[in-house]
């Protein structure tokens, strides 16, 4: 309502702090803010509690360098691999894995004829 203050949301928890300094520490290595999607993006939009989550979930658009997000996490110091999507990246508050799923820019999808198919790029898009 008009003069009532913004909604705020208080992270608290061990998990939760690393899942939040991940956010700024793929925001430095990209150069840009990362887009945070899945789990903790949930949980800011709900604020209540829902759900427990220990990774995080962006998307990829390419960096300004022209480079897959997952190739320039997989390059920061101390990271590694942690399955096809997934990388381990060290905050100052421990290990976390981001996930970085991939999007497209393709305006193709009414062509795809398997509809779940098409709701899947479509949500990569």
Do not use: N
């Amino acid at each position: 309502m008009s003069g009532d203050a913004e909604p705020r949301l208080v992270l608290a928890g061990w998990e939760t702090r690393r899942l939040v300094e991940a956010i700024g520490v793929v925001a430095q290595l990209a150069s840009t803010t990362p887009t945070v999607v899945g789990g903790l993006a949930v949980l800011c939009r709900v604020q209540r509690a829902h759900g427990a989550t220990t990774d995080l979930d962006t998307v990829s658009p390419r960096v300004r360098t022209g480079r897959p997000l997952l190739e320039v996490l997989l390059g920061s110091p101390g990271a590694e691999r942690a399955d096809a999507v997934g990388v381990m990246v060290a905050t100052s508050s421990g290990r976390v894995k981001v996930d970085v799923i991939e999007i497209a820019d393709r305006p193709d999808a009414h062509e795809i004829e398997d509809p779940t198919d098409r709701l899947y790029e479509m949500s990569h898009t």
